[in-house]
């Protein structure tokens, strides 16, 4: 079936840093991905819709200048968090639409980002 | 607003016996129902969906029931097993919009 990976799957970065979270469509070519973000307790929050050679759209509260999500490529797109605080501690989840029927959305397996 | 509503936030259930998980909306422009199950530190994993054009759908254990006129669907898992325990999220979306999450109900499946 579909896989969509994601990597790292864990990291630690210090306070300050930067850091990248890759999401690749392992077998189809994904023309939308969508990258979410899950609180403690609660659902998952979709954070921007990054569609393939165009620039990301951002939900309303999202800082695009901290979160940068780039989709070079039918296959790859990267969320990348500047200058991270600990409160960007959190579980983020990309998931890629392959644009052939609702039920084809695909989840990466998610990225357990800590910032100390 | 919470265009998706799950209000049970947990529900513990007897190996063998049924479980049903509830999901009301409110946008009446969705028109696909998704049920998915994320284990900790994963994923969510797609289950079963259903189109507003039916009332249920059926795959093994799992049905999904939908109700349009009260804007409400339910996942029935029968028989329920150890696990199964996982937190379940029902999303909906209208065309090609992003999925909207329900804020998940915990289930867990006592042996």
């Known amino acids: 079936g579909a896989v969509v990976s994601q990597h790292p799957s864990r990291v630690i970065c210090k306070s300050g840093t930067s850091v990248k979270i890759e999401c690749r469509s392992l077998?189809?070519?994904?023309?939308?991905m969508f990258w979410y973000r899950q609180f403690p307790k609660k659902s998952l929050m979709l954070m921007a819709t990054?569609?393939?050679?165009?620039?990301?759209?951002?939900e309303q509260g999202v800082e695009k200048d901290k979160f940068l999500i780039n989709h070079a490529s039918l296959t790859l797109s990267t969320l990348t968090v500047t200058s991270a605080h600990p409160e960007d501690s959190s579980f983020y989840i990309c998931?890629?639409?392959?644009?052939?029927?609702?039920?084809?959305?695909?989840f990466g397996e998610g990225s357990w980002l800590t910032v100390v | 607003d919470q265009q998706v509503k799950q209000n049970s936030p947990s529900l513990s259930v007897q190996e063998g016996r049924i479980s049903i998980l509830n999901c009301d909306y409110t946008?009446?422009?969705?028109?696909?129902f998704l049920w998915y199950k994320k284990y900790p530190a994963e994923g969510p994993t797609f289950l079963i969906s259903?189109?507003?054009?039916?009332d249920k759908n059926e795959d093994g254990r799992f049905t999904v029931f939908l109700n349009k006129s009260a804007k409400h669907l339910s996942l029935h898992i029968v028989p329920s097993q150890p696990g199964d325990s996982a937190v379940y999220f029902c999303?909906?979306?209208?065309?090609?919009?992003?999925?909207?999450f329900g804020k998940g109900t915990r289930l867990s499946v006592i042996a």
């Open positions: 259903i189109s507003s054009i039916k």
């Open positions: 946008n009446s422009m969705f028109d696909y």
């Open positions: 990054s569609n393939e050679g165009s620039k990301a759209t951002y």
């Open positions: 077998d189809f070519q994904a023309t939308t």
């Open positions: 998931s890629a639409y392959p644009g052939t029927g609702l039920n084809t959305i695909y």
């Open positions: 999303a909906a979306s209208s065309g090609n919009t992003p999925l909207v």
